[in-house]
């Protein structure tokens, strides 16, 4: 187990950070697909890409989208392919200056989905620089699994590694999250593409890169199979995925650990079901919130350091996690954050979330059914000790417009962390996906965490 560090910044409430650094919560999606990622003519050789394979859209129509659907920011993500890094390069790039063109509003990421070496996707994100067109495209010929066209093999955890490496070295190093982690597992805890101990290795090697995962993967408008988590055995709970989802799973292992380790939730947009597809818009149903100023290189540090909540279908667009010491010595800790207090000593969490005002995409205003604080730490072996505190709607303070939440209890002996989630249904564990379930019924939020260290008793 890793232990907690005793070094951390103390942070003040999140009301004293829109005051000092005039940062709101800007809500965004780092996985949208355009008309770059293509089909392949394979009857050719190198294969010749063949644009609007798998989105009709262009990057123009997606940001006008995420806009209308009240997003500050977005990454677009298209995939690869043999030799894609030259349509990033000639043809994407170029496709993404026109689209900052032309919705100047919305703050826009180069990226790109990357092909993981030995195992499957995640949403690359670079940083805005005057070698962020020349960055990706290094980062997508030497290291994505699927740009073999001159036989070098990529598909080795090796590789991953190496890019790893590259890019925690650029002077502006960019961001990874894990896509979909759980999506080609086989059951529950039974995993596929991706597995705990590649997550593990991928951290280890570049811990400001490789941030951390989907919570709530994309393609959440099918009705078959929702976010193409195919196999009924391994499905998503309540829309988000099982690392996630399961108290004292994979995620809460990570967190126990000490790993500074995030979720969000994405659209991964190809096809919108108005359209004939299977997929909503860039924050039509799904938004990650990050504190941040209205700046591209801010929404990238939230987004590094843990700032961040995730919520499908508008089901809050605000909230506060704090926690303190009890006797009010210290000041707050917020999400991403971690707080030393000495070990035994009264902590005291509180949950403070808001609803919208106006109706969500699909013309209703859901209601909060429920809200959930969970404590974890390491325990013995690699599961870690998790305490829960549930609120069913009505057993909870209102504050004006603000749904509340408290609790105090001890810190953990050798520390741990704290998280929230809430939902618009009154199971108490999220249940199972199944086909023909309706996501609009089923919502959802989880924050990232806040980590307490406890310090020796003097």
């Known amino acids: ?109 180069n990226g790109m989905e990357f092909d993981v070496p030995a195992a499957e996707h995640a949403s690359l994100i670079i940083a805005p620089s005057a070698r962020e067109r020349d960055e990706l495209v290094e980062i997508e010929r030497r290291f994505s699994r699927n740009e073999r066209v001159d036989g070098v093999q990529r598909d080795d955890l090796q590789t991953m590694l190496d890019a790893l490496a590259h890019m925690r070295a650029l002077p502006a190093p960019p961001l990874m999250f894990v896509n979909h982690p759980s999506r080609t597992a086989t059951g529950v805890g039974r995993w596929g593409d991706v597995e705990p101990a590649e997550l593990r290795a991928w951290h280890d090697t570049a811990p400001r890169v490789l941030v951390g995962m989907e919570g709530a993967p994309g393609h959440q408008a099918i009705r078959s199979e929702r976010g193409l988590y195919r196999n009924a055995s391994a499905p998503t709970f309540g829309g988000f995925d099982q690392m996630t989802t399961q108290v004292g799973g994979v995620w809460d292992a990570l967190l126990a650990e000490g790993r500074r380790f995030w979720i969000t939730a994405t659209s991964d947009s190809h096809h919108n079901l108005r359209d004939g597809g299977r997929d909503y818009d860039p924050g039509e149903y799904s938004k990650t919130y990050v504190w941040a100023r209205r700046d591209a290189h801010d929404i990238l540090d939230g987004l590094r350091h843990g700032r961040m909540f995730a919520v499908t279908g508008d089901l809050i667009d605000t909230l506060e996690l704090t926690v303190r010491a009890a006797d009010g010595s210290t000041p707050a800790a917020t999400l991403g954050e971690t707080l030393v207090l000495p070990a035994g000593a009264t902590m005291h969490i509180e949950l403070k979330v808001r609803q919208p005002t106006t109706p969500n995409a699909h013309g209703q205003r859901p209601a909060l059914a429920q809200l959930e604080l969970i404590v974890g730490h390491a325990g013995t072996g690699d599961a870690p000790r998790m305490q829960t505190r549930r609120w069913s709607a009505g057993t909870w303070r209102r504050e004006g417009a603000w749904h509340v939440v408290r609790w105090d209890l001890p810190v953990p002996a050798g520390g741990g962390f704290v998280r929230a989630r809430g939902s618009s249904t009154q199971e108490p564990t999220p249940l199972a996906d199944v086909r023909g379930e309706d996501p609009w019924r089923d919502l959802g939020f989880y924050t990232n965490p806040v980590f307490v260290d406890a310090a020796p008793v003097r």
């Open 1 to 109: 187990m890793r232990p907690f560090l005793l070094l951390a910044v103390l942070a003040a409430p999140l009301s004293a950070c829109a005051a000092d650094h005039d940062r709101a919560w800007q809500a965004g999606d780092h996985h949208v697909h355009s008309e770059w990622s293509v089909d392949w003519d394979r009857s050719t050789t190198p294969p010749t890409p063949v644009p609007g394979g798998d989105s009709p859209y262009t990057r123009s129509r997606n940001a006008r989208q995420a806009l209308h659907y009240g997003l500050t920011w977005m990454v677009h993500t298209d995939h690869g392919g043999p030799g894609h890094s030259a349509v990033t390069r000639d043809r994407a790039w170029p496709a993404l200056e026109q689209a900052r063109r032309d919705v100047p509003a919305l703050i826009q990421f």
